[in-house]
């Protein structure tokens, strides 16, 4: 029951604030700020003392959930703030830090680059199968049928796709001195 | 690998697990046991945690990524299905969807140059058929469905739209508002609320802005219908001659006037053409934009050539509030059609928007006959017998086409 309430509330805090949320953890998982340097290792352990894990039905909303508790937190602290911080403005703060400024501009830039050459790399077929189902938002059925291949497959081409974009990010990541 | 943990993170082979993972919950394909399996696997090491993460993070951002690149489905998958039997030169073409110049100067329009082994001194077939072009980022993307396909695509500000069949979308992205625009067909938006950029749907006839809510746009050669599903939208048709009740001047006042709705039920037509049959509850006039609530629909109408003749706002009934109305606006996303008492000229324009069998009608007074029930969208067979039973007309079908004429004089005679 609890835990139930509890994935309620983190799943609620992601569906409202998702997209900028992923954003910045992702923001700050990529460049390991020293501000947040334990991120992953808090989210861990709190994930860990989940007593019922499998009754959590959207784990990717409940880790990012956790994700934002354990930065909110981490910040109220470091800014002596009051208890009671107004999760709009840490909203805001989040809505600015990673979206706009040149610094995040060129980052950006550099990440569509990055995934124009992991495009560009791919075989045929899962880059179809990506942009069928990523962009052009077919459903992976669609695209099986489109394609010719099992449903299986194009789950095979999408995780393929992941990899190689990943790579190139990395790619980048080395490069720089 | 020449992995470096401390700086990329979790090793390769735990982010491919981690995609693995992915792509099976976004394919719903997680049953109990998997999800405990999924459980350990996450609790290994905060490697597995951070790998999963990112995965997640990239998988939501590619259609940001992706926001400025223009896809054409087709070419996409005649190119995947091409491959193994055709040696493709290496740059092959760029396309230009026929609706489409490049402008001079544009920021992004780079070439995609296949990756593929290219047998050098081969002169091969190069397919000339283009896959796709990045134009500059204000031109937007536009989307295009077939007949009988339809798409539900995300966009990058978190707003998803389903693409009806037969329907054309060009989409603008930019800090300062969310420009659609339908050239064709129908779409059913769903806006992420973002009071700093509006989002605005337009057609020829009709500007539909929306800050955060559900609604659907349905274009048709006969105007424009707006259907309200949560929220509220304003609806600013287009015509100049569109000339609202004239002495509220446009923009002259923000505020609302309770005295408009009245006068729209008694509304004349005036000089300017304009019409409002049944204006209702919340819907009210405000300067040039009609205000539409949930469960109201309105139809922006032309008549003659530019002309706003008609605008009628109906209150769908609650019970059916969630999808239906008078030509099936709303409904179409679990490919149903409802109608009720729509024109026989709109039926048969829905239908060929799903049916390669293109109806035609033989006579374009047939067009004006009404028409009510619910019909499969891609199985014609139950409106055919509709129309050949009920509404005594003559339907002959051929491998192609499907002409609706009316009944000759000796079938009658026959009855």
Known sequence: MQDEDKEAVVRDLAARHGRALHRFLAFRLRNALAEVPDLVQEVFLRFLRVNRPDS????????????????HQHRSQ????????????????????????????LEMRQRIEDFHRALSRMPPNVYATL??????????????????????????????????CRRCEQERGRDAP | MTTDMSRDGPNASIFAEASEWLVDFRAGDVDAEARRRFNAWLRRSPEHIQAYMEAAALWGDIPKLAADMEVDVDSVVANARAQGNITVLGAAGVGVLSDFTPSSGHRYSHVVRWPWPVAAALAAVAIAAGFFTWWQLDRGSLYATAIGEQRSIALADGSTME???????????SREGRDVELLTGQALFSVAKDPSRPFVVRTDDTRVRAVGTQFDVHRRSSGTTVTVLEGRVAVLPESTSFVPFSDSSPGSSAEEDPSLPSRADTGEPSSGGFRVDRLEDRATLRGRALYVSAGEQITVAVSGNQTVAGAVVARIPSSRAIGTSAAGD??????????????????????????????????????????????????????????????????????????????????????
């Open chain 1, 56 to 71: 959590v039905r959207s784990p990717e909303a409940y880790l990012f959930g956790i994700a934002r508790h354990v930065l």
């Open chain 1, 78 to 105: 470091a800014a002596a703030a009051p208890a009671t911080v107004d999760i709009a403005d840490v909203l805001s703060e989040i809505e600015e830090s990673p979206g706009s400024g040149p610094e995040a501009q």
């Open chain 1, 131 to 164: 942009i069928l189902n990523r962009v052009a938002g077919l459903t992976l059925e669609e695209v099986a049928e489109r394609l010719g291949v099992s449903r299986g497959m194009t789950k095979k081409y999408l995780a393929a796709a992941l990899q190689q």
């Open chain 2, 163 to 173: 693409v009806g069949a037969r329907s054309r979308v060009r989409v603008r992205l």
């Open chain 2, 330 to 415: 709303a409904v179409w996303t679990g490919r149903t059609l409802m109608f009720e008492n729509a024109p026989l000229s709109d039926v048969v324009e829905e239908f060929n928007r799903y049916n390669e069998k293109q109806m035609t009608l033989a006579d374009s007074s047939l067009g004006t006959l009404r028409i009510s029930g619910v019909f499969s969208a891609n199985k014609a067979a139950s409106l055919l017998r509709f129309m050949s039973e009920q509404m005594h007309l003559d339907v002959t079908e051929t491998d192609r086409r499907i002409d609706i004429s009316p009944k000759s004089s000796s079938d009658t005679l026959q009855r």
